[in-house]
């Protein structure tokens, strides 16, 4: 697994959706593992101590608030809930 973005100011803190379409589709189309692939990826990384799960929000709300408060916060959004709160970073 990649290591994590660096900034000068420390780590990105990335915030997933807990479940849904969207994460299902970053899961398989940005990482490349199904779910299950993923989540055995990240219990090893935890289980050594190598790194923590990114933070999961029951709806993409929360985790938009939890982004536009959080310094050097990314998430996964629909463009849909794409405010002036958030900034959108290109992944194409």
Known sequence: MARPFL????????GLPRE???????????????????KAIWTQLIFTGRAQAPQQFDNEDELKKWGASTPNGMGILDSSKVDSTVKVIDTQ
């Open 7 to 14: 900034c000068s100011e420390g780590a990105v803190q990335v």
């Open 20 to 38: 849904g379409k969207l994460r299902e589709d970053f899961v398989a189309g940005y990482v490349g593992k199904n779910e299950k692939q993923y």
